[in-house]
């Protein structure tokens, strides 16, 4: 099936700095990713979607300043936690959309703690 | 709003029993649904999926079929394996791409 990566796989920072997170889709084209946030033992809350060239979706209860989305490419998105705080300590998962399989495929996960 | 609901876990079972995690759904029209599994430290895995009423979805001799009348998509084997422990997750999809999921149910098979 079709591969997508994420990079870091984890990482641990200080209060008040920023994170960003790659998501890469590797042997396919993906004009659609989504970020989603998972918490431990917990469903994954959708937080955005993201579009090449165009500004993301958010969900609900996410804040846009603090969680930054760019689709700079078919293949690249990232998500950048800004002036991160222990509570936005989570898992954090993107998946790609292959618009010709219709199947959307997931990213391993990317671990954030902040201390 | 559209919704999924899952059974909850965990569920434990003995090899080679015959397993069910019951889906059911809240959609407006008639989404595609999808089992995605997510083993212990990796991310989430396509298993199968249905894109309209009474098809079947199987993959790995899980199965699972898309009910419109009892708005359910549970997901069945006959036979697990130890290897088969994981996450399961029930997912309907919404517009623009966008997966709602369910709550996840934890599967543990013991040999």
């Known amino acids: 099936g079709a591969v997508v990566s994420q990079h870091p796989s984890w990482v641990i920072c200080k209060s008040g700095t920023s994170v960003k997170i790659e998501c890469r889709s590797l042997?396919?084209?993906?004009?659609?990713m989504f970020w989603y946030r998972q918490f431990p033992k917990q469903s994954l809350m959708l937080m955005a979607t993201s579009n090449e060239g165009s500004k993301a979706t958010y969900e609900q209860g996410v804040e846009k300043d603090k969680f930054l989305i760019n689709h700079a490419s078919l293949t690249l998105s990232t998500l950048t936690v800004t002036s991160a705080h222990p509570e936005d300590s989570s898992f954090y998962i993107c998946?790609?959309?292959?618009?010709?399989?219709?199947?959307?495929?997931f990213g391993p996960g990317t671990r954030l703690t902040v201390l | 709003g559209d919704s999924v609901t899952q059974m909850e876990g965990p569920v434990t079972l003995s090899e080679e029993a015959f397993l069910t995690i019951n889906c059911t759904y809240t959609a407006t029209g008639y989404p595609s649904l999808f089992w995605y599994v997510q083993y212990p430290g990796e991310g989430l895995q396509l298993l199968l999926k249905a894109t309209k009423a009474d098809d079947k979805g199987s993959n790995k001799g899980f199965e699972a079929t898309y009910r419109k009348e009892t708005t359910s998509f549970h997901l069945e084997k006959g036979s697990v394996q130890v290897s088969d422990s994981a996450v399961y997750f029930c997912a309907l999809g919404g517009r623009g791409g966008k997966l709602i999921f369910g709550q996840g149910t934890e599967l543990s098979v013991k040999p």
């Open positions: 998946s790609a959309r292959d618009g010709v399989a219709d199947t959307q495929y």
């Open positions: 042997d396919f084209q993906a004009t659609t």
